[in-house]
Structure formats: structure tokens, C-alpha cells
């Protein structure tokens, strides 16, 4: 059986929110780590995700959205464990990002290619990532890259509560 793990962003997603509504329809899906509110500290975001993958012998697969996927790869690049794979959704691009608490780890995104099979989910019209960013996210971390169209950060300001390809993207995935 494979685990799916929930990596959130940097903030609570709204009830409304995809990976919310994925949570309630499959009891299995963990979050990793719990949603979480602002500030967000990439060392305890990571230290959650290596808490969680540890937990079990069982292959997982990650499911990260934004900020998420910057805790997927940073864990990635730091640690080893049963994963499968990983849906990264939209990525943020945070080169120079200032962490907001002087103890966190500095937001340098690992570019190495990732240890697992990996999906980057890319939109054309995302405030925080262009398309050609994505693209070289998907080539540095060796991944596959889905081009979503004109989908915003894919969240629920942009209308993301249910999102079946994402669903079908996590099956394939298995």
C-alpha cells in the first residue's frame, strides 16, 4: 500500500481549498505537517515532512502546493526515505527570499535532480512563478512537467476546490 502525504504551502489552506477537499474524501491522505499558520519556518516545515515519510517503511508519495514543493525538495536534498514520488503544484520562485525568522534555514531551492519520480504541475498565468521558471525547476529536479494553462497559483482565489486532474496526475503517479 502506498502512504500519500500532504505538503501545504505557507499558509492554512481554506476549507475549500484542493488538497482540504482531497483530505476529507480519502481519511488516508496525512498531512505533512498539519496546515500550519504564518510564520512559516522551512527548518520545522522540513523536520515535519522527515517525521512523517520516517514514520513508516511504506512508500509514499508527496502532494506539496507552493511553498510545499520548496519543503519537498529542500527535505529531498537533505534526507533520504521511502518516496515514491511527488506532485509539486506550482512551486513558488523564492531565490532571495529573506526568511521571516532569523533561525530558519536560508530559501536557497535545492536545483539537484530529485531521488524519486516528480511532477511539476505548472500554471501560464501564476503571480509567483513564471513559465520558464517552472521549467527549469522541472529540469533541475529531473521531473516531468504538466502545463496547466491559465490556472493562477492554482488555489482557491483561482477557483481550485475540486481539481480531478490533480487527482488523476496522484494516480498516475502510483
Excluded at 38 to 57: F, G, T
Aim: include cysteine; proline fraction near 11%.
Amino acid at each position: 500500500m502506498t502512504r500519500h502525504l500532504l505538503v501545504p504551502g505557507r499558509g492554512i489552506p481554506r476549507p475549500d481549498h484542493w488538497m482540504r477537499r482531497w483530505s476529507a474524501a480519502h481519511p488516508q491522505y496525512m498531512w505533512a505537517p498539519e496546515p500550519p499558520g504564518p510564520p512559516l519556518i522551512l527548518a520545522d516545515r522540513v523536520a515535519a515532512l522527515h517525521a512523517a515519510v520516517s514514520e513508516s517503511d511504506e512508500p509514499a508519495i508527496l502532494i506539496a502546493h507552493s511553498a510545499g514543493c520548496i519543503t519537498t525538495v529542500t527535505w529531498a536534498a537533505h534526507h533520504r526515505g521511502p518516496v515514491r514520488a511527488a506532485l509539486l503544484v506550482t512551486p513558488p520562485y523564492v531565490d532571495g527570499f529573506e526568511p521571516e525568522d532569523s533561525s530558519d534555514l536560508p530559501w536557497v531551492v535545492p536545483r539537484s535532480r530529485l531521488p524519486f519520480r516528480a511532477v511539476v504541475v505548472a500554471s501560464r498565468t501564476d503571480p509567483y512563478t513564471t513559465f520558464a521558471q517552472f521549467e527549469q525547476f522541472a529540469e533541475d529536479w529531473g521531473a516531468e512537467l504538466v502545463d496547466a494553462g491559465d490556472v493562477g497559483h492554482l488555489d482557491t482565489a483561482t477557483g481550485f476546490g475540486p481539481w480531478p486532474q490533480g487527482e488523476q496526475l496522484v494516480d498516475e503517479l502510483r
